[in-house]
């Protein structure tokens, strides 16, 4: 159960830092709000997660999950560049958190 917290926590930070981009500086008001909703959520389950899985290994998958999010929404979204190399890193950081899944006593 935990680890599907930690995954919806993840997909949270994917929600908060589009909305960052969307909300232009804070000054469009429901990517705003959408922005604190999310990130509030996002650490509020963190904080529990961390309580049960390690606070290394619940961190680098929560960040991990967010980055490559991030980076997907940002080329599919926003027009962002797409190279080889990004993409290869994006596939390491997937690569990484599985590992840290299967390695995981929890």
Wanted: charged residues 10%.
């Amino acid at each position: 159960m935990n680890w599907t917290l930690l995954v919806l926590a993840g997909l949270l930070e994917v929600g908060f830092t589009t909305c960052l981009k969307m909300s232009d500086g804070f000054t469009k008001l429901m990517p705003s709000l959408g922005f604190f909703l999310f990130s509030a959520t996002s650490f509020i389950l963190l904080n529990r997660i961390i309580k049960t899985i390690p606070l290394g290994t619940a961190y680098a998958v929560w960040t991990g999950i967010g980055a490559v999010g991030t980076v997907l929404i940002g080329i599919f979204f926003f027009k962002e560049s797409v190279e080889v190399l990004k993409l290869f890193f994006i596939f390491l950081l997937i690569v990484s958190i599985i590992g840290l899944k299967l390695v995981s006593a929890h």
